[in-house]
């Protein structure tokens, strides 16, 4: 079963499972002449200092992809504190490098992409390609797979969530509730929040160490790398413990941080996911960063 279906079968609600659905992007025929098209300002960053944290996991169990964990090195950069917003998108698509994309839900175009009620909403259904092409508009680029989970656990500790290791709830993050009993204990939560993306500027009381909003839940992200299962191995590849910025090639990117459609276990700052880069998803965005501190 491949971790897209298993997704899809962790999703407990039905709508749920149904809008989970890996699509295979397509030229957009969308026709657009709305007002709701126009300049919009880039997200603001947050500068992460140049120094060492813990990457990765020690704990036992299926994700044998987060190990072993490593101290990794990374200069400084500033990543953006929100998500990539609907509006922020569109104006991409009105200055002409990007294309609009093809949501499948919830809402299609003009129930949520093009629906100013959700400016301020992460967009979704864009490929990495699309995700990548936003960031250089911008003057940026996505971050590495070390740079997002940095920005998300801090330095301090080897914390599994932004703001500690304590579970989320409704309360801390935008996360899913699947049918509990189909699941491990330790894969349940204990409450059903949205099954929606919220608006990126929710959850400011659970942003990670350095400020960054929404690293657990409401979307999962795109990153810079190629996903490789044995890439914290530094046996397999050395130099990995100082700026990594993954495999030079690969079949799928890295997607991290979970979505409104994860379980716990799934919104770990930890755990990596993995996408085709030319895949949509309803649960997929991203944010951007840049080298530097941003200032």
Known sequence: MTRAARRCARV?????AA?????????????????????????PVVAVPAGDFLMGSTSAGPFVDEQPQRTVYLDAYAIEVTETTNVQYRACVYAGPCIDPLPS?????????TNP???????????????????????????????WEKAARGAAD??????????????????????????????????????????????????????ALNMTGNVA??????????YYDAAAWP???????????????????GSYADTAIYTRVEYRDHHPPGA????????????GSGR
């Open 12 to 16: 407990g609600l039905a709508a749920l």
């Open 19 to 43: 809008l989970a659905t890996v699509v295979c992007a397509a030229k957009n025929p969308f026709q657009f002449s709305s007002a709701v098209y126009h300049n919009s300002p880039a997200s």
């Open 105 to 113: 839900g919830p809402g299609g175009q003009n129930g949520y992409y």
């Open 117 to 147: 009620s959700y400016d301020d909403y992460p967009v979704v259904d864009v490929t990495w390609n699309m995700a990548d092409q936003y960031c250089r508009w911008r003057g940026r680029r996505l971050p590495t797979e070390a740079e």
């Open 158 to 211: 080897d914390r599994d969530y932004p703001w500690g290791w304590a579970e989320p709830t409704c309360d801390l993050a935008d996360v899913a509730n699947p049918l509990a009993d189909s699941l491990a204990p330790d894969a349940r939560v204990h409450e059903t929040c949205y099954a929606f993306p919220v608006g990126v500027e929710s959850y400011a009381a659970s942003a990670s160490p350095y400020g």
């Open 221 to 230: 992200e795109w990153v810079a790398d190629f996903y490789a299962d044995d």
């Open 239 to 257: 130099g990995n413990g100082v700026n990594p910025t993954g495999p030079p090639t690969g079949d799928e990117k890295v997607v991290r941080g």
């Open 280 to 291: 949509t998803n309803i649960t997929i965005g991203f944010r951007c960063a840049q080298d």
